[in-house]
């Protein structure tokens, strides 16, 4: 069973909450700013747009929850047999 991610748990690799969506708008920036304040920068916005996937990637990274303890579950006692009884005298399961 693995543990449970989160997007939203700092750790030493990656931010917190506050800093992912900070860094969102930091990474957006350049394309606002050359879709329209100059046309001049489309072309640099159009190189940004394939890096940009790779960067909200690594931002957006989940973080395995340390505080996760697998739930502990109890099965119930296998059937044992009685004294002088075997198992090929029992009955079976009415499943079969």
């Keep these: 069973m ?5 997007r939203w748990r700092r750790s030493t690799v990656t931010f917190g909450p506050l800093g992912r969506v900070v ?11 050359a879709i329209f304040v100059n046309m001049m920068f489309l072309v640099a916005a159009a190189i940004w747009s394939f890096t940009l996937p790779l960067a909200l990637r690594d931002v ?11 739930p ?3 099965l119930p006692d ?3 047999l009685k004294d002088g009884e075997s198992l090929h005298d029992r009955r079976p399961p009415g499943r079969w």
């Design 2 to 6: 693995s543990k449970p991610a989160s």
């Design 23 to 33: 860094w969102t708008i930091i990474l957006v920036i350049p394309i606002l700013f």
């Design 60 to 70: 957006w990274k989940k973080v395995p929850n340390p505080d996760y303890e697998p």
């Design 72 to 74: 502990i579950v109890l």
């Design 78 to 80: 296998p059937p044992t």
